[in-house]
């Protein structure tokens, strides 16, 4: 069974730093590519945030958060990071840990910038 359970989350002041974890199960996980989504307050859609490939190189950031956050993973610890710095309020969402081709998302965890 797949699963994906993320951590890190929770409530930080705008310039403040976070950083996102996810623990993968029931998979191969060094055979795929992951993915951090968000889906903003009022939206429906999730928003592709940050890719990382299978073999932890070409990563892709969204143009909001270039320079900003930065993917990573540790395959010996199957586990999905996204650091996350300089927040800002339009940074606040629920942050979902994906895996790629099998479409699995994970419960999400909630972020919120604000002072």
């Known amino acids: 069974q797949v699963q994906l359970v993320e951590s890190g989350g929770g409530w930080v002041q705008p310039g403040e730093s976070l950083t996102l974890s996810c623990v993968a199960s029931g998979f191969t996980f060094n055979n795929y590519a992951m993915n951090w989504f968000r889906q903003t307050p009022g939206k429906v859609n999730r928003v592709l945030v940050a890719?990382?490939?299978?073999?932890?190189?070409?990563?892709l950031y969204a143009d909001s958060v270039k320079g900003r956050f930065t993917i990573s993973r540790d395959d010996a610890r199957n586990t999905l990071y996204l650091q996350m710095t300089n927040l800002n309020p339009d940074d606040t969402a629920v942050y979902y840990c994906?895996?790629?081709?099998?479409?699995?998302y994970g419960r999400g965890t909630q972020v919120i910038v604000s002072s």
């Open positions: 994906h895996a790629g081709r099998l479409g699995t």
């Open positions: 890719a990382i490939g299978a073999a932890g190189d070409n990563e």
